[in-house]
């Protein structure tokens, strides 16, 4: 009885919700409009601004055939290749003169990114601090990845969701001295040597324009699995991996412990998340490669309370910031709270790096998500269609190939003015309907699998309307993606 209640209150609710967007009228939203200023100022500078494609060397042939257009010469298209560092150090040079010599064949930009700490299979000599049967034992390893506690323990897998959840080497421990004294190595004896030849190569054939820049790291924050979806839930129940939020270790190294805690917990790991990202660049800087050509990579999407990752930490002297600008959670309206922590930074040029308009739950069209970046100050602007599974990739590429984007590619490419269109009601409204469907169907499948939703249900109901009711578009759409990613549904095309 208790879960069908659930499941018509579910009902109820969803017809409540769509009633009250159907109030609201069919006037578009108003969004930030970019300081005139430095709008002003950007207009007349000589640096060219990129739109660029995460591809391999050998896709650029069709790149450049899809898109049809390689730029004005102020605004030039590109492409950028990723590193997993640790794993694929051996080859790092190599990788990187085969990414030059193809910007220099086809007269194309070009973007190198460098994962410092996702990717680190191949290395158990730093991680593998729990077992003795496998390579690189070492208990005194157990400082280099993260912990869940302040006695412990030490983590021994990572889960990580970019299309479908996977298990992964420890989270690392980015306050480890050993591992910064990798980084150190990996980033001055490994990548630079050979990326200022390259820099330097493209210097001397007065093709300088072809660099857009360097990447660095890939979204670090701290994991938290308080509240894993289903699937994740599942592989933790499997593993033996007991709930909760990761940072312990790197707090540790920072002086706080039982006895002294961090005032606040997420500001705190928050400043690690850019003091580490502002460690990363400065190596790039003191090995001799341009400030104004490094760009972090800081998710802003999810709640800082969830990531310990906030806006802010993109922000460094060695470096612009970058972000992904997937236009959901946070972003879903506008880039509103990117342009005011760029405004108290001095609105410094900045970089989209992982970018996609149609990313699940983005609604915006193609011409007005590239007039959120180009439009305020963005340099760069990095499409990305990679991710685990079939499912996700499939749609990136789909979205990122569309008739509807290559046209707003070409009016950039071509030094046309983007026309931002703020979200009509309509629009919205379509875009809460099919998220309450998938709401829905997650009710469903909990109440057959025997599960109750109420719990969820009531969490909904309780945040939901009011918001609606006061116009918080944003903050509603962020209860009930909550509420999706606590049932484990994938929200529907």
């Known amino acids: 009885m208790k879960r069908k209640t659930a499941l018509i209150l579910g009902t109820v609710l969803i017809v409540a919700v769509l009633a009250v967007v159907a109030m609201k009228n069919e006037s578009p939203r108003a969004l930030p409009v970019a300081n005139v200023k430095t709008a002003t100022a950007l207009g007349s500078q000589k640096e060219p601004s990129y739109l660029l494609f995460w591809r391999a060397p050998d896709q650029v042939p069709e790149l450049i055939k899809s898109i049809g257009t390689q730029g004005d010469g102020r605004h030039l298209l590109g492409f950028g290749v990723p590193c997993s560092t640790f794993e694929q150090e051996i080859s790092v040079p190599g990788q990187i003169r085969l990414t030059f010599a193809t910007a220099r064949k086809y007269n194309i930009a070009v973007m190198v990114h460098f994962d410092f700490h996702v990717a680190w299979k191949s290395r158990p000599d730093l991680w593998n601090w729990f077992d003795p049967n496998k390579p690189g034992y070492n208990p005194a390893n157990q ?136 460690f990363w660049c400065k190596q790039f800087a003191d090995a001799g490669i341009p400030t104004s050509k490094l760009y972090p990579h800081v998710a802003p999407q999810l709640p800082e309370q969830e990531t310990g990752a906030p806006v802010s930490a993109a922000f460094n002297k060695w470096s612009r910031p970058g972000w992904s600008t997937y236009p959901v959670g946070v972003l879903g309206d506008s880039f509103k709270p990117l342009y005011v922590e760029l405004q108290k930074h001095g609105n410094p040029r900045w970089a989209g790096v992982e970018s996609n308009a149609w990313f699940p739950g983005g609604s915006v069209d193609w011409e007005t998500y590239l007039g959120w970046h180009y439009n305020h100050g963005a340099a760069i602007v990095a499409i990305n269609v990679g991710a685990t599974g079939t499912e996700l990739p499939d749609r990136l590429s789909k979205a990122a190939f ?30 809460l309907q099919s998220k309450m469907k998938t709401l829905q169907a997650g009710f469903k499948v909990w109440q057959s699998s025997g599960r109750d939703p109420s719990p969820i249900v009531q969490e909904v109901t309780k945040h939901l309307q009011p918001l609606l009711q006061e116009g918080k578009i944003a903050e509603a759409e962020a209860v009930i993606d909550a509420a999706i990613k606590k049932l484990g549904v994938k929200e529907a095309k």
């Open 402 to 431: 569309s008739p509807e984007a290559i046209k707003a590619y070409h009016k950039f490419l071509q030094g046309g003015t983007l026309k931002e269109t703020g979200l009509t009601s309509k629009q919205q409204g379509a875009r």
């Open 143 to 278: 400082q280099n990845v993260e912990w869940y506690g302040w006695d412990g323990p030490p983590a021994k897998t990572r889960y990580l969701n970019w299309g479908v959840t996977e298990r992964m080497p420890p989270p690392m421990c980015f306050t480890s001295k050993q591992i910064r004294q990798e980084w150190t190595r990996l980033i001055r004896e490994v990548i630079s040597p050979t990326l200022k030849q390259e820099i330097a190569a493209l210097k001397r054939e007065g093709k300088e324009r072809l660099f857009a820049g360097v990447l660095v790291g890939s979204e670090p924050m701290f994991d938290n699995y308080m509240k894993p979806d289903p699937e994740m839930e599942k592989m933790m129940a499997a593993d033996g991996t007991a709930k909760g939020r990761l940072g312990y270790r790197s707090l540790m190294n920072r002086g706080y412990s039982k006895a002294n805690l961090p005032k606040n917990m997420t500001e705190t790991l928050g400043s690690i998340t850019q003091e580490t990202v502002a």
